[in-house]
């Protein structure tokens, strides 16, 4: 088989994958970004959970979906920026669209809350989202496909705030990796690195724990502080103070 036969083998087997229908509605329901669970994209597929695990199967022989494994679930996304770039083209040919995400987590958790020892939920997400965007985390392959380190640049930043970073280097779990967040379906920061940045806020009075529960409450300090160090402005949805 030459290249161009084994080129159009390929092209057929993606658009098998992603022609028949419950298939193409779990695949749209993931454009936003967010993974969900099987059970989730049962419902949207309108399909019973063994039918959507045999679809899902196809999916990831196809290389359109990826699955992580989080404790007992199992969350099912999009392989990357190229297949929802198929997606996106074909609901323009089809004057289609796609679905938006709607999380049932209540306000106050999904806000800002914790998850284990690190922070999660709005305020971990963005935190999470800010730290890659002013280059001060940056993927570490070389330790996992979802594994991070510090930028020199964000070594200094952060160390400048109180971060005590040889001592959590010294620690024996993993520095840093992103952590897929139950409400945002997003990555926030866990590992090591995490938790030593909510313990930095709890102790700067930036964030402070509710007596019953996961919840984190922003403080009108934090707000500013957040704002100021890091760029990340909380607006709808937060925690009360």
Not at 230 to 238: E, M
Request: charged letters at 25%; one cysteine or more.
């Amino acid at each position: 088989m030459d290249v161009t036969q084994h080129a159009d083998v390929s092209v057929a087997r993606i658009a098998h994958a992603i022609g028949e229908p419950a298939r193409a509605r779990m695949l749209y329901c993931l454009m936003d970004g967010r993974a969900r669970t099987s059970t989730e994209l049962a419902l949207v597929a309108d399909v019973s959970p063994p039918t959507a695990s045999a679809h899902l199967g196809k999916l990831l022989h196809a290389r359109l979906v990826r699955v992580h494994v989080q404790g007992k679930h199992r969350y099912y996304g999009l392989v990357g920026t190229e297949v929802a770039g198929v997606l996106e083209a074909l609901s323009g040919l089809a004057g289609g669209g796609t679905r938006s995400f709607v999380p049932s987590t209540p306000d106050h958790l999904r806000a800002a809350r914790t998850c284990y020892d690190h922070m999660a939920g709005t305020l971990g997400v963005a935190l999470h989202d800010r730290l890659v965007a002013l280059e001060w985390l940056r993927g570490d392959r070389a330790k996992g496909c979802d594994a991070y380190d510090l930028t020199p640049r964000g070594a200094n930043a952060l160390a400048s705030l109180g971060v005590p970073l040889e001592d959590v280097r010294r620690t024996r779990r993993r520095f840093a990796f992103a952590c897929l967040d139950w409400s945002e379906r997003r990555a926030h920061v866990g590992g090591a690195l995490g938790a030593a940045l909510l313990a930095l806020f709890v102790k700067r009075r930036w964030v402070k724990p509710e007596r019953d529960g996961r919840a984190l409450a922003i403080t009108g300090t934090g707000r500013l502080e957040l704002r100021a160090r890091f760029g990340v402005g909380l607006t709808s949805g937060d925690p009360r103070r």
